[in-house]
């Protein structure tokens, strides 16, 4: 999901920006539907304007949605929310803990220690167990998960971006090609690198330019921004049989960590990017090229694959969709450096917990603003955030919870629009229930299940799904049982303590690696391995080995205290 981000997910979530609030009003019949504010009797409090600060969201609507609008008038909270200007999210939660001093709510991701630290954040234990009934049942047995450490039973954040009971039901990853490319050459089989590359080069032979004249480009990588993450390394570990556990690599038996660069079959995947480039098929701008220069050479049809997240892409996919162009959009495939390796994409992990929301020290009444998303963790308040409106967005047709055609269709064809509008999706702030889960009327929490995903396919995914002997693209993946789950959950979502040797090493391994990878994958081929041989030698340098111990111990940590 992801957003790998010890450094600001990665993505994503980045990572994908998760807000929440939510309404609803009383069960009717023991359906749960949410009714506009103004069919019900209930008078909101005193109205509040709450500051929140996270990571930038793109489509957010100011609460002049149909959700956020309800929000306010069922609530009487508005929110005023705040997003990184000219940097990231990690330097605006620093400038805050310099400065001391903080908005209502924040979602720190990756800072929440940073916050910890400057004692920034609230304990939430007391308040959850005084206002929080709907907190505790949605987290549930994971409960225990949301303490800080084994030596800090503090709970300062509520983890909204982990869902509880999720099951995955599609895949979002992978590597992407165009439709219009999988056609071409007769649906082939997209399993390898090699298999992916010939595709590639096959089409780009036959159609050098997209039929307004544009010069069509092989394989883009967003690789200028914090995005290398997503869309460079992570891929890495994924193609060589190893799942997300950020910029470390984990044995599942002895839970020794190194960092996952250190692996030689990694060195072998950015040889291959390095053998893409050299043939010209990979986007000489994959490295300098800013976020919106990405998202807008995708919009324009021409990129022909992505290594990426689907959340990452999404918004200018959607643009594609929004003017027809449906077989420029994209299939997904769990594609591997060889056929020895399976992709560990959907290997399990277990609740996570993890990123979320905190309330700060500065908050105006935490009392009010626990009881507010307590409610949204509500059977109600779930509903709204996930369907919207009933009457509006969805209908209840015997008992069972449906989007009406001209609703699906503009969700799927022009999400970007959909969510703007609507606010669907703008507001998970709270702890929530995953895809899979259902509510006591029997439907699903969230509109994302298997009938619900084939119905806003478009026309050209079914007929790619249809070509594999597919239903889902998830389907094209290794089964969830292929793999054991991982005790400790997801590496990437272990934080340094802040200012400690560690995360100094690991800073400057960053810094390291965002240098020396995009120098070893534009080089001549026969200059790569002293490239990368000077890389590892740079990790080494800086301490990586120091890192690796420290990290090892966080990991065996994390599950001595999980399995309490």
């Known amino acids: 999901m992801k957003r790998k981000i010890q450094v600001a997910l990665s993505l994503m979530l980045a990572l994908v920006f998760v807000f929440v609030t939510a309404c609803g009003n009383s069960n009717n019949e023991g359906e749960n539907n949410t009714k506009t504010p103004e069919t019900t009797n209930e008078t909101a409090a005193e109205p509040i304007t709450i500051r929140l600060a996270a990571a930038n969201n793109p489509n957010w609507d100011d609460m002049q949605s149909d959700v956020g609008k309800f929000i306010k008038e069922k609530t009487g909270i508005t929110i005023k929310a705040e997003f990184p200007v000219g940097g990231s999210d990690t330097d605006m ?21 940073k916050l910890v630290d400057a004692g920034a954040l609230i304990d939430l234990r007391p308040l959850i167990e005084e206002h929080g009934p709907n907190l505790k049942k949605v987290y549930g047995e994971y409960f225990n998960r949301l303490r800080w450490s084994a030596d800090d039973d503090a709970i300062y954040i509520l983890p909204s971006l982990a869902a509880v009971g999720h099951t ?18 007769g649906y082939p089989e997209i399993k390898t690198v090699k298999d992916y590359e010939a595709a590639i080069k096959a089409y780009i032979e036959k159609n050098p330019k997209t ?38 690599f984990i044995n599942q038996d002895t839970y020794e960590a190194i960092m996952h660069y250190q692996r030689p079959e990694e060195r072998e995947y950015f040889r291959w990017l390095n053998h893409m480039n050299d043939i010209g098929l990979l986007d000489p701008e994959s490295f300098i090229q800013k976020y919106d220069q990405y998202k807008a050479k995708i919009a324009s049809g021409r990129v022909l694959g992505l290594i990426d997240q689907q959340w990452d892409y999404a918004q200018a996919e959607n643009a594609l969709k929004a003017e027809g162009k ?10 591997t450096l060889n056929e020895t390796y399976q992709d560990h994409s959907f290997q399990g992990t277990g609740y996570l917990a993890g990123w979320g929301t905190g309330i700060t020290k500065d908050a105006q009444d935490p009392v009010r603003l626990i009881k507010f998303l307590d409610y949204l963790a509500s059977d109600e308040g779930q509903v709204l955030i996930n369907w919207g409106i009933e009457g509006k967005h969805y209908n209840v047709v015997d008992g069972k919870r449906v989007i009406p ?25 709270s702890a929530r229930y995953g895809d899979g889960v259902k509510d006591p009327s029997g439907n699903y929490y969230t509109t994302t299940f298997p009938e619900q995903i084939q119905s806003a396919y478009s026309e050209e995914d079914k007929k790619t799904l249809a070509a594999y002997g597919a ?8 089964s969830d049982d292929a793999f054991p789950e991982r ?18 090493i690991f800073q400057k391994t960053q810094d390291i690696m965002k240098k020396r990878i995009p120098e070893a994958i534009l080089a001549k081929p026969e200059d790569f391995d002293k490239i990368y041989d000077q890389f590892l030698k740079d990790l080494e340098d800086a301490g990586v080995e120091k890192l690796n111990e420290e990290f090892t111990k966080m990991v065996k940590a994390r599950v001595e205290l999980w399995s309490k």
């Open 471 to 478: 239903t889902t693209y998830k389907d094209l993946w290794p």
């Open 93 to 113: 939660f620093a400038l805050m803990v310099a400065n001391d001093e903080y908005p209502d709510l924040v979602m720190p991701s990756g800072s929440a220690g």
């Open 168 to 185: 995955y039901f599609d895949a979002g990853g992978g590597f992407q090609l165009q439709h219009q490319v999988l056609e071409a050459a």
């Open 326 to 335: 449906f077989s420029s959009t994209y299939a997904r495939f769990p594609v």
């Open 405 to 429: 055609a001209d609703v699906q269709e503009q969700k799927s064809n022009d999400n970007n629009t959909f969510v703007k509008t609507t606010g669907i999706g703008n507001y998970n702030l």
């Open 487 to 504: 005790k400790y959950g997801a590496a990437w979502n272990l934080q340094f303590e802040t200012g400690s040797q560690a995360n100094v």
């Open 211 to 248: 039929a307004d004249g544009q010069p069509n480009i092989g394989l883009s990588l967003n690789g200028g921004e914090w995005q290398i993450l997503i869309s460079v390394t992570n891929p890495a570990f994924y193609a060589t049989g190893a799942p997300d556990d950020g910029e470390m």
